[in-house]
């Protein structure tokens, strides 16, 4: 969901600049796919990087856990009792249950990991979450660029490009509901708007840039 909206909204944003100061679909078109492949390129880099991140720090705080276990085993336990305490559980209740979580020390680091830092292991592949965003960001950041594949005005193209991008905004918005089981017409609305916002921002820039260098317009003529 994420990479698809962020490739919809930076695209029509993109394609909308470009068009207010190319006024050229062929140009927008070039500049609209380079820009695709480029956010794709470095949203999948960042997604990889990130999640790989997330795991050598799991990894690092694991150790550490098990490192402590062995040294200062009485401070560990006494971490338990605490924290077991903390959620309302009687003195008996506890001390089983520092029993017999102490009893294996993979569950005991597991504990640890899980109530004491609040992590829970990463286990995606990092190339996978990668991929996964690159190819959700290039799938966002087709709609706004077909209407360029097939007119030839400029500001029509645009106009296209905007319903279509504004119909798959309301989409992910829709769609996104399955997992935050929001209301589906709030959330397409409010996903069309961040979209229709993104959009009038890039075409007004675009015209600035278009107003105070002329030249720009006339790159490709």
Same mark, same amino acid.
């Given at each position: ?11 029509? =944003?993109?394609?909308?600049g470009a ?98 830092? =609040? ?20 799938? =966002?950041?087709?709609? &706004? ?8 005005? &400029? ?32 959330? =397409?609305?409010?996903v069309v ?29």
């Amino acid at each position: 969901m994420f990479g698809i909206n962020d490739g919809l909204v930076s695209t029509i =944003g993109f394609v909308a600049g470009a068009t207010g100061s190319l006024m050229q679909t062929r140009l927008v078109l070039l500049t609209g796919v380079a820009s695709v492949v480029a956010g794709a390129l470095s949203m999948g880099i960042g997604a990889y990087l990130a999640s790989k991140s997330q795991r050598e720090f799991f990894a690092s705080e694991k150790a550490r856990e098990h490192r402590e276990i062995e040294e200062v085993p009485e401070d560990e336990r006494k971490e338990i009792r605490d924290i077991y305490a903390r959620l309302g559980f009687q003195p008996d209740e506890v001390e089983m249950i520092v029993r017999r979580v102490t009893s294996n020390k993979d569950l005991w680091v597991q504990t640890m990991m899980r109530e004491e830092l =609040g992590i829970l292991e990463e286990t995606v592949n990092p190339a996978k979450i990668g991929l996964l965003m690159m190819a959700a960001f290039t799938v =966002g950041g087709i709609p &706004p660029m077909l209407p360029y594949m097939f007119m030839q005005q &400029p500001l029509a193209a645009l106009k296209m490009a905007v319903i279509v991008s504004l119909v798959a905004l309301f989409l992910v918005g829709v769609a996104k509901t399955a997992l935050t089981q929001q209301p589906w017409l709030k959330s =397409g609305v409010e996903v069309v708007f961040l979209g229709s916002l993104a959009a009038s921002i890039g075409f007004g820039i675009g015209k600035a840039v278009s107003w105070l260098w002329p030249e720009v317009g006339a790159v490709g003529l």
